[in-house]
Nanobody, 123 residues
């Protein structure tokens, strides 16, 4: 059964903003490490932002610091990625990901749960 479902990907112009959403359910809901990972054509996946489910700790890729914000709702059921000042190099498929354990939670975490991805195009 599907546990992570991303939405919000669109085509926008440079400088624009988007908010990605990812409701969690099932086993993914109890995961302590939540993140967004992206993959551009011809490139490897890279961790964009990570948040601890039960704390306010966050990590960001250097390329998005100051522009992207990862957050979760108060009920901790939905993960968000607010993206501002988008650049063409942000174009990628964005995946919501979750890891049950908090240990080793970071941009290079070994996530056990993945969504199907949502496409963000900046041009």
């Amino acid at each position: 059964h599907v546990q992570l479902v991303e939405s919000g990907g669109l085509s926008v112009q440079p400088g624009g903003s988007l908010t990605l959403s990812c409701p969690t359910s099932g086993a993914a809901y109890s995961s302590q490490c939540l993140g967004w990972v992206r993959q551009a054509p011809g490139k490897e996946r890279e961790g964009v932002a990570v948040i601890y489910k039960s704390y306010s700790t966050t990590y960001y890729h250097d390329s998005v610091k100051g522009r992207f914000t990862i957050s979760k709702n108060n009920a901790k059921t939905t993960l968000y990625l607010q993206m501002n000042d988008l650049k063409p190099e942000d174009t990628a498929m964005y995946y919501c990901a979750a890891r049950k354990q908090l240990a080793s939670c970071g941009l290079f975490a070994d996530f056990g749960y993945w969504g199907q991805g949502t496409q963000v195009t900046v041009s």
